[in-house]
């Protein structure tokens, strides 16, 4: 039980390091990790209240990141953004990011069964503890956490195909890299009425095209 009872600490201050955030009261850590089975075989309250919590979190927080970070875009697209980084899949994938399944509690069943890779308990378990870091260091430590565990995905999302034309794309994407927006030269010499142009477009100093389209 003294070996067990050692890991167990050893996986959270893990886990801690790799949230870089170190919670002043840790059994709201050891409450966010324990699963359901955990507490059917050993008693205590489970982690559902703090997922409950952290799932509002969560949610908060990334819609606030993303409408700060690309106020050019629409609320359509910003919501298609939230919701390709706020999912089961998603969250599980962070949390297998920063290694959490190792500090989970499960129970000896769910343990054995692979419990600790499923997604829906590495996401449940991930939400749950930002409920805890909110709890425990209040909305800055949670905004912390949350921008470096997914600023990330969400830059990513909000460059995929679909979130915005391509023109407002390149823009943003050139701005992120290289802090200067693209420059373009159009080339008019086709009559009006062919309703077709041709452009070169420069970005950080190196210029493509030209290409040619009816817009």
Do not use: M
Not at 14 to 23: G, I, N, R, V
Not at 47 to 68: H, K
Not at 94 to 111: F, I, N, Q
Not at 126 to 133: D, H, N, P, R
Request: charged share 25%.
């Amino acid at each position: 039980a003294g070996a067990s009872s050692d890991r167990s600490a050893s996986t959270r201050s893990a886990l801690e390091s790799a949230l870089a955030y170190h919670f002043v009261d840790p059994e709201l850590l050891v409450n966010a990790l324990s699963h359901r089975s955990w507490c059917s075989e050993h008693g205590g309250p489970s982690n559902e209240r703090l997922e409950f919590l952290g799932d509002a979190v969560l949610g908060f927080l990334v819609a606030e990141w993303t409408y700060r970070r690309y106020p050019e875009q629409p609320e359509g697209h910003l919501a298609k953004i939230r919701a390709s980084v706020v999912n089961a899949r998603a969250i599980a994938d962070k949390a297998r990011s920063v290694s959490l399944g190792d500090a989970l509690l499960l129970g000896r069943g769910e343990a054995e069964g692979g419990g600790r890779d499923k997604d829906s308990i590495l996401s449940d378990a991930l939400e749950a503890v930002l409920g805890a870091v909110y709890l425990d260091g209040g909305y800055e430590a949670a905004s912390c956490v949350v921008r470096n565990l997914f600023a990330g995905a969400i830059d990513h999302a909000a460059a995929a195909p679909g979130f915005s034309d391509y023109k407002t794309r390149l823009q943003e994407l050139a701005v992120y890299r290289s802090g200067n927006a693209p420059r373009y030269d159009l080339i008019t010499d086709v009559p009006d009425h062919e309703k077709r142009f041709h452009a070169t477009v420069e970005v950080a100093g190196e210029v493509f095209g030209p290409a040619s389209g009816t817009s």
